[in-house]
């Protein structure tokens, strides 16, 4: 090496200098050599740690290329931290999936634990489908008792609307029954006063014939021997007699117009009838009375019940209780219509009786005229049947048709003039009729405004009512009130 002096060296120092340097370059290299070789060495080393690595990697990755390729050119050393590092990311993911592992683990418990409840409730509920469980027949026991509950309130209900009815029913009567029943005791009274009325005049009546029976015998007499003076005051005695007896026969005609009757008898009975009915009116007067006592304790007592059992039946279902109101909107529904085809029924009623009584009333005024060919029965129709009223009438229908035209194809006037001779005829020779009766005028006769106006009694009195009409009246009353008394029965 050259001297870092920069001096000029000797040629003896040179040669010296010069082998220093030789021995230093040889050194050198001998040093450079042994590095060499050191370095081949090492890199021999190298490639034998780097082929040993290599080798444990291709085994241990052997058939896993993709997870090789990723520790290319890496050394065991960094292949291990590499590895280390993918083993703790391992552990972690091990250790997450055996957390996520054990908490589904716990879930499918869970839910196992509920499956096996599900299927004992299922089997549970099966078995109460069935009948065969301790639930089941608890829960019959229940639904017995609430339809028991259920049939009694209903029933309780039903009696409550029933005796209400039956209870405001009678109240409405009882508002009027007391007029009704002065009405009806003042009707007897003057009924029996009329009744006193034509015993007397009946019994005049009776008297002035036998009287005027025996004057005609002696009128007979008269006529067979010589007349006196002495019989011509008793013929003219019997003339005034025979004048009463003309004015009881039209006022015994009259009564029996109004009653109709045929005969005296027939009159009284009807008139001495009429104490039979109020008899029979206080009686029912006593009976009603009775029946409404009974009715009130009855409804006294179902209150009672009643009462018991809405507190006792609070704990029922509100299903049972809607189905229940249900029910009862629908019964009181059904009720009104009802109600409102009773009154209806009430009102056709009782035109239908009106009707008929005044088709019976025609056809007896019609009674002694011949029908036609066609009126002959072939069969007996019940008078109580619908048919006999329309059958009645048809004949009443043809009876005055016929007479119309029998009426249409004569002369009245000629035959008025006939049958006016032949009075005057009958008159001349004293053989009047029976049915032939004398009419005064109502100036000349005393009694006159008394039964002056019998004909339009009805008309201008329509309060007064027959022995007839008041027992048709009490029959329907009766009949009422037992058809009200029995039908909600029936609904039970």
């Known amino acids: 090496m050259m001297p870092s002096n920069g001096r000029m060296r000797q040629p003896g120092s040179q040669e010296a200098f010069t082998e220093q340097v030789d021995l230093q370059t040889d050194k050198n290299k ?4 042994q590095l060499q070789k050191d370095n081949k060495d090492q890199r021999r080393k190298l490639k034998e740690l780097l082929e040993g690595d290599e080798k444990v990697l291709n085994d241990a990755f052997a058939g896993r290329k993709g997870e090789r390729a990723a520790f290319k050119n890496k050394s065991g050393y960094a292949a291990i931290q590499l590895t280390d590092e993918q083993l703790g990311d391992l552990k972690n993911k091990l250790n997450s999936s055996r957390h996520e592992n054990a908490a589904k683990q716990k879930q499918l418990e869970e839910l196992q634990t509920r499956y096996d409840q599900l299927v004992k409730d299922t089997d549970e509920a099966m078995r109460t489908d069935a009948g065969e469980s301790e639930t089941a027949a608890h829960l019959r026991q229940l639904e017995n008792r609430l339809d028991k509950a ?64 025996n004057e005609l015998k002696k009128s007979e007499d008269k006529l067979q021997r010589p007349t006196s003076p002495q019989e011509d005051l008793k013929d003219r005695l019997s003339e005034q007699d025979q004048s009463k007896i003309d004015m009881y026969n039209e006022a015994f005609s009259r009564i029996k117009e109004a009653t109709g009757a045929s005969t005296m008898q027939e009159v009284v009975e009807r008139f001495s009838s009429q104490d039979e009915t109020t008899a029979h ?122 007479l119309l035209e029998e009426l249409e194809a004569k002369d009245l006037e000629g035959t008025l003039r006939e049958l006016r001779q032949q009075d005057l005829q009958l008159y001349g020779d004293g053989k009047l009729p029976q049915f032939n009766t004398r009419i005064n005028p109502p100036s000349t006769q005393k009694g006159g405004a008394l039964y002056g106006d019998d004909d339009n009694a009805g008309e201008d009195n329509p309060e007064a009512m027959t022995r007839d009409k008041i027992k048709m009246n009490a029959e329907e009353l009766i009949g009422l009130k037992t058809k009200r008394m029995k039908k909600p029965k029936s609904k039970k």
Do not use: W
Not at 172 to 196: C, F, G, P, V
Not at 318 to 326: D, F, K, R, T, Y
Not at 379 to 394: A, E, K, Y
């Open 30 to 33: 001998r040093k450079i050599a």
């Open 150 to 213: 259920e049939l009694k309130c209903t029933e309780a209900v039903t009696i409550q609307r029933t005796y209400t009815q039956i209870k405001s029913h009678l109240i409405e009567e009882s508002l009027t029954y007391t007029n009704r029943l002065d009405a009806m005791e003042q009707q007897i009274r003057k009924t029996q006063a009329e009744l006193l009325e034509v015993q007397r005049i009946a019994t005049e009546a009776e008297l002035a014939q036998k009287n005027a029976k």
């Open 281 to 402: 009116l206080e009686k029912m007067k006593q009976e009603a009375e009775q029946h409404t006592a009974k009715l009130r304790e009855e409804k006294s007592r179902l209150s009672k019940e009643f009462e018991e059992m809405k507190y006792s039946g609070e704990a029922k279902t509100s299903a049972g209780q809607s189905l229940l109101e249900n029910a009862q909107e629908a019964l009181d529904n059904g009720e009104d219509r009802r109600e409102k085809s009773m009154a209806k029924m009430e009102k056709t009623m009782k035109k239908m009786i009106e009707v008929k009584s005044g088709i019976e009333h025609l056809s007896s005024k019609l009674h002694h005229l011949k029908g036609t060919k066609s009126q002959v029965a072939t069969t007996i129709i019940s008078p109580q049947s619908n048919d006999f009223v329309l059958d009645l009438l048809g004949t009443t229908e043809e009876k005055l048709v016929k």
